[in-house]
Nanobody, 117 residues
Framework: QVQVVESGGGLVQAGGSLRLSCAAS????????MGWYRQAPGKQRELVAA??????VYVNSVKGRFTISRDNAKNTLYLQMNSLIPEDTAAYYC????????????WGQGTQVTVSS
């Protein structure tokens, strides 16, 4: 059973930084996609950044501020978030899709990021 656990969220002032981690376990096949998503109150969940099929994508609002990276040996995904702004406040979720796994992938429980002005 694939399990996904996020960590690293917290409260930070605008302009500050946080590093999120996503550890995936129970992986029995290759990983096709690992991505960070976020959901603010009253808004739909949106893709923030992902590494998928060897490509890296970012939502426009975080380009130049956030960096996604992955440690393949540890099946761990990271999101370095710099120059945080209040609009980045949200619950951040990690999604992992593996070959022969569920099409929708596996989600973690989320980690809260709150940026104060």
């Amino acid at each position: 059973q694939v399990q996904v656990v996020e960590s690293g969220g917290g409260l930070v002032q605008a302009g500050g930084s946080l590093r999120l981690s996503c550890a995936a376990s129970g992986i029995r096949s290759s990983i096709d996609h690992m991505g960070w998503y976020r959901q603010a109150p009253g808004k739909q969940r949106e893709l923030v950044a992902a590494i998928s099929g060897g490509s890296t994508v970012y939502v426009n609002s975080v380009k130049g501020r956030f960096t996604i990276s992955r440690d393949n040996a540890k099946n761990t995904l990271y999101l370095q978030m710099n120059s945080l702004i209040p609009e980045d406040t949200a619950a951040y979720y990690c999604n992992v899709r593996v070959h022969f796994g569920r099409p929708e992938g596996y989600w973690g429980q989320g980690t809260q990021v709150t940026v104060s002005s």
